[in-house]
Nanobody, 111 residues
Framework: QVQLVESGGDLVQPGGSLRLSCAAS????VDWYRQAPGKQRELVAT???????NYQDSVKGRFTISRDNAKKTVYLQMNSLKPEDTAVYYC?????????WGQGTQVTVSS
């Protein structure tokens, strides 16, 4: 059974930083997605078990995805946050052709 548990969401001012964590039940390729109110869920960043990464253009240079395989945890460091980054952030993994999601963590960027 694949389990993903996010944490770290909070209210932060524009220009601030947050680090999200995704605690997993194993070592898998992991993605961070986000969904803003009234919008479709979108892919933010991906990381392979070997730590190869990829990013959505709008977060390049501001967000960093990383992982600690010993802790089975994937992180999303978010810097220079903007109001448009406000969303529920979800951890996702595809394992054995099945999709697994965490419960989500709310990030709100507002003054």
């Amino acid at each position: 059974q694949v389990q993903l548990v996010e944490s770290g969401g909070d209210l932060v001012q524009p220009g601030g930083s947050l680090r999200l964590s995704c605690a997993a039940s194993g070592i898998y390729p992991v993605d961070w997605y986000r969904q803003a109110p009234g919008k479709q869920r979108e892919l933010v960043a991906t990381i392979t078990p070997g730590s190869s990464t990829n990013y959505q253009d709008s977060v390049k240079g501001r967000f960093t995805i990383s992982r600690d395989n010993a802790k089975k945890t994937v992180y999303l460091q978010m810097n220079s946050l903007k109001p448009e980054d406000t969303a529920v952030y979800y951890c996702h993994a595809e394992v054995g052709f099945r999709h697994y999601w965490g419960q989500g963590t709310q990030v709100t960027v507002s003054s």
